[in-house]
């Protein structure tokens, strides 16, 4: 999978942060990965069923196939399938939908702990994870920052990103939502403590 941003793209996107940043005095992180996990594991269970299954096929077609060739046509087939199974389009339609969720929801939490929990700072804080490949997009805030925002607010901002990214407009959904973010967020001299 192409990286869908142009490095223009990434101007935009470090500028509308900056300017958020520097009228609420807050910090605004976006993190943008290609696929949150690598899925190996289902990658080599597939590829195992199926030298398996290539193996019983290959005792009833030649009942007299000796172990060692039985093991090799195994062998065979676990590195072609795994080779195969391990683009990625092909990987991840063999993860189900819940487990790609949760490994983007997992990285989405330590990416906000690396980058804005470590901070020491009073500020408020607001991660905008996106998972391209998994289509998954978060927005976590600190306590101070997610309390000020009405019901309803970090969905419909995630909501409308889902939207531009669905049309393929991944750079105007990333800077509409952290222009969003920004609505929320009283100006520096207002701003809240964090907890």
């Known amino acids: 999978m192409a990286n869908p941003l142009t490095p223009e793209d990434h101007r935009r996107i470090r500028a509308a942060a900056a300017a958020v940043e520097e009228r609420t005095g807050s910090r605004i992180a976006i993190v943008i990965t290609r696929v949150s996990d690598r899925y190996a594991l289902y ?15 290959a005792i009833a077609a030649r009942p007299a196939l000796t172990g060692r060739a039985l093991i090799f046509v195994e062998l065979c087939v676990f590195i072609l399938l795994s080779l195969l199974l391990d683009v990625l389009p092909i990987r991840l339609a063999m993860v189900p939908a819940r487990a790609k969720q949760a490994s983007a929801r997992n990285l989405a939490h330590r990416e906000f702990a690396a980058h804005l929990m470590t901070e020491n700072s009073h500020r408020m804080r607001v991660l905008l994870f996106i998972s391209l490949a998994e289509r998954y997009v978060e927005i976590l805030a600190d306590h101070a920052t997610h309390v000020i925002a009405p019901d309803g607010t970090w969905k419909r901002i995630v909501d409308d990103f889902v939207l531009s990214m669905k049309s393929d407009r991944i750079a105007d959904g990333i800077v509409a939502a952290i222009e969003s973010c920004g609505a929320i967020m009283p100006a520096s001299s207002e701003t809240p403590k964090a907890d």
């Open 43 to 57: 990658t080599i269970a597939w590829a195992a069923l199926g030298a398996f299954t290539a193996g019983g096929f």
